[in-house]
């Protein structure tokens, strides 16, 4: 039997700080391998990627995980109580960055992998997607991955995300889903001048100001049947003018949206440089936009899929998950375009925190949760 505790003791103490690998692709690679499966390491632009499949290659059914092994860094050294990669546990629980986003949850389903493909081998395939750049700017992580998928001719029919999912009690939530997610960074160009003559400057201050407003005031939306309503939070307005007696030639601000599926990245981009020009028209400030889409809103609709980690979930905790898609963005969003996909994992409540740790029995838990997906899968 594969041991999940000791598997994600390992992985953290392996020092994989995006964009760093530390070892831990190695590893997972190790004992995949054992295990007969066929390892293929995906890297791309300095980022380690592994790739996993035991059972034939292009198999009419196989079923893939997707997670990452790459962590935040450490923060504050001194507010640990614990080694950051020591793996200590205490109490029942075991410490360590990356203890619950996402190592256990890598070595959770890796290990129910390798446990029913030696004692129950499928009809089809198990696919492993395993990441080191989940943590970063996810270019040349799992979007990697599925480009060499494409080009090798490697599929997967659905696909598992392992990210923890769970707010408080293990076995509470799944996501069908995710929100949208995009920036956009507005820089007013005005005059600089005296204060005492304003009539002589260009004042960029109030137009960035009355943007900034009009946007925070806007209602997107409702909600859709399975997302929450849009939210858009400006993060920041500056001016970095020390002086009290001068009007700035620039002023900046930035906004955050986390969209659902009535809008998409392109529609949000057109009311945003909308909303930029009026402003501009009536204040004769030049406004410039620049934008970054980090996702699109998505939704796996509820079905066999979700069905069947639901049951497995329920069956193993006694809970059943609710179907959300509340929370930030995560790879999933790259998989979606591949496969259907959804997200099943641990209690999140320590991940990027200080003393980051992970109850040693929910590791135990979630591989038999794992391990019950895959048999009822290839049933």
């Known amino acids: 039997m594969s041991d999940p505790v000791e598997l994600t003791s390992r992985l953290i103490r392996c020092r994989s700080v995006t964009p760093e690998d530390g070892g831990a692709l190695d590893v997972l690679a190790g004992d995949l391998s054992a295990a007969g499966f066929d390892c293929t390491r995906v890297d ?4 380690a990627n592994l790739y996993a499949r035991w059972g034939a290659k292009g198999a009419a059914r196989s079923f893939g995980f997707n997670g990452h092994t790459d962590v935040v860094p450490v923060g504050d050294l001194s507010a640990w109580t614990a080694d950051p990669f020591g793996a200590e546990i205490r109490d029942g629980w075991m410490y360590g960055r990356g203890a619950t986003d996402m190592k256990s949850g890598v070595a959770a389903f890796a290990s129910a992998a390798i446990d029913f493909v030696t004692q129950t081998p499928p009809g089809g395939a198990v696919i492993l ?14 979007v990697a991955l599925l480009d060499w998928m494409a080009r090798e001719g490697e599929a997967m029919s659905v696909c598992l995300v392992g990210e ?3 707010p408080n009690v293990m076995g509470e939530m799944m996501k069908i889903g995710r929100r949208g997610s995009m920036t956009a960074w507005f820089t007013a160009q005005g ?19 009355r943007l900034i407003d009009r946007l925070s005031s806007h209602v997107l939306d409702e909600g859709t049947e399975h997302f929450d309503a849009s939210t858009l939070a400006a993060t920041t307005i500056d001016v970095g003018n020390p002086a009290t007696n001068v009007i700035p030639a620039m002023a900046r601000a930035t906004v955050n949206i986390r969209f659902n ?7 949000l981009t057109d009311w945003l440089r909308a909303e930029a020009d009026r402003v501009a028209s009536e204040t004769g400030i030049a406004i410039d936009m620049t934008v970054k889409v980090s996702g699109e809103a998505f939704l796996t609709p509820p079905g066999p899929l979700s069905d069947l980690v639901a049951q497995a979930v329920q069956a193993e905790t006694g809970e059943t998950p609710v179907l959300s898609t509340t929370g930030g963005t995560s790879d999933a969003r790259f998989v979606k375009d591949h496969c259907p996909v959804v997200e099943f994992g641990l209690v999140g409540q320590t991940m990027h925190q200080v ?18 997906i895959l048999r009822d899968y290839f049933a």
């Open 261 to 267: 599926d009535t809008h998409s990245g392109a529609s």
């Open 164 to 166: 923890p999912t769970c």
């Open 129 to 142: 997607a395993i990441t080191g750049d989940e943590e970063g700017d996810a270019v040349d992580g799992t």
């Open 191 to 209: 005059v600089q001048g005296h204060s005492a003559y304003p009539h002589r400057a260009k004042n960029p201050v109030p137009a960035i100001a």
């Open 44 to 47: 791309r632009s300095g980022v």
């Open 355 to 372: 003393d980051e740790r992970v109850e040693v029995a929910q590791i135990e838990t979630l591989k038999r949760v794992y391990g019950r």
